[in-house]
């Protein structure tokens, strides 16, 4: 959603009616996670996608309606849809969608939440800070009306790392629901994950009535490429278009240019393992990075892995490039400095999986696929030779 806010502010700021719909459930096989989003303008333009095609049609006249009247809807789309023709799922799986409208009159305080979420990502290099969750009653008994059980559908409490305040009115409508969501939304930031969590009417966990979806806007997870050679220049394409802050590191001036790393966001002229410290100590590196050593030299490598295998968070991909002889005599080496036999399980070496990659462009897929896989928990085996889900 974070890619249709500037457009959603013009059509705000221009007092246009619009719609954003966000998927907020998938189950089996669906084409997009939770938080893919869809927003259709006052002239029925779309931008963004919720399911790469499937049910754009469908979900494009119902954000029209909703537009118009201003009141929310949560739809589900899959193949046991009595319309699973028209507008189900071809891939097999399910998604919920919830569509909100966007006005002035529907959500008063959406140019304070946009521009909390595009200033929130790391621009600079310097601390992102713990990200931002939207949290939305997606479903639920309760309404404008007095006396019903459960909050009203479309509320909204905007919770960052360390508070919870309502983008607009008395938040979700009832201080126990607040305090709850905002305890779990913490914990989704935290995760880096979207996710809906359902509640009681006071914010009882073990409570049904009220539905919340919690979209987590985090920034941007970080790709640190250590070595300026040309794998480097590879995997900063690579690292980009898979949506990371891709940063190259070398202590050798003359190579470490932005003119030869024109994808990277940052390159930094420093030895690579004081640069990694400081960015520990710094909290900028989470679990959600990847660090990929690249550089083929023992004083560069032996002492950046050592800091990257014992002080980065469990959890952070590290990956060290060489040939299984180097991988080898680096490891004893590391040995000897003192690392210990569990933090060296960390390490990722050689590089990469087994693709059969031998230019920098085909090595850095190979990089880039492992790292997705080491998130995901994947295989790796070719899809034909396996029958879970296809999109995890």
């Known amino acids: 959603m974070r890619d249709l806010l500037p457009q959603l502010l013009d059509w705000w700021h221009a007092d246009e009616r619009a719609a954003v719909a966000t998927v907020v459930r998938t189950f089996g ?51 046991s849809d009595d319309y699973a023709f028209d507008v189900g799922l071809t891939c097999g799986g399910t998604i919920e969608v919830f569509v909100a409208p966007v006005s002035r009159a529907t959500w008063p305080g959406f140019d304070a939440f946009a521009g909390r979420v595009l200033a929130a990502p790391r621009a600079d290099g310097g601390p992102a800070g713990p990200g931002i969750c939207l949290a939305t009653v997606v479903a639920g008994t309760g309404g404008a009306g007095a006396g019903r059980a459960g909050a009203e559908v479309g509320r909204r409490l905007v919770v960052t790392g360390s508070d919870a305040a309502p983008s607009a009115g008395p938040g979700l409508g009832d201080a126990g629901l607040d305090a709850a969501v905002a305890a779990d939304a913490i914990g989704q930031l935290a995760a880096g994950t979207s996710a809906v969590r359902e509640y009681g009417p006071h914010g009882e966990r073990t409570g049904t009535g009220t539905r919340v979806f919690l979209q987590v806007f985090a920034p941007p ?27 190259v590191c070398d202590a050798r001036p003359v190579f470490a240019t932005p003119a030869r790393f024109p994808e990277a966001d940052e390159v930094v002229v420093e030895w690579p393992h004081r640069y990694l410290a400081a960015e520990i100590e710094a909290g900028r590196v989470s679990a959600r990075d990847a660090v990929c050593v690249l550089t083929h030299d023992p004083k560069f490598d032996v002492p950046l892995l050592h800091t990257a295998l014992t002080d980065l968070p469990a959890g952070t991909y590290v990956g060290a490039m060489g040939s299984r002889r180097a991988h080898a005599e680096r490891t004893a ?60």
């Open 221 to 247: 997870p970080r790709l640190l490429v250590f070595g300026a050679i040309d794998f480097a220049a590879a995997l900063a394409r690579a690292g980009r278009l898979l949506g990371f802050r891709v940063t």
């Open 333 to 392: 080496r590391l040995v000897e400095d003192g690392v210990p036999a569990a933090a060296l399980a960390r390490l990722h070496s050689p590089i990469g999986l087994d693709l059969g990659a031998r230019t920098p462009d085909e090595t850095a897929v190979s990089i880039a696929a492992e790292i997705i896989a080491a998130r995901s928990g994947a295989s790796t085996r070719p899809l034909r030779e396996t029958d879970g889900p296809i999109h995890g």
């Open 29 to 79: 096989s669906a084409p997009r996670e939770p938080g893919a989003a869809l927003a259709v303008g006052p002239g029925g333009e779309v931008i963004g996608s919720v399911s790469g095609g499937c049910v754009e049609g469908a979900v494009h006249d119902l954000c029209l309606e909703v537009a118009e009247t201003g009141r929310p809807a949560l739809v589900g789309y899959g193949v």
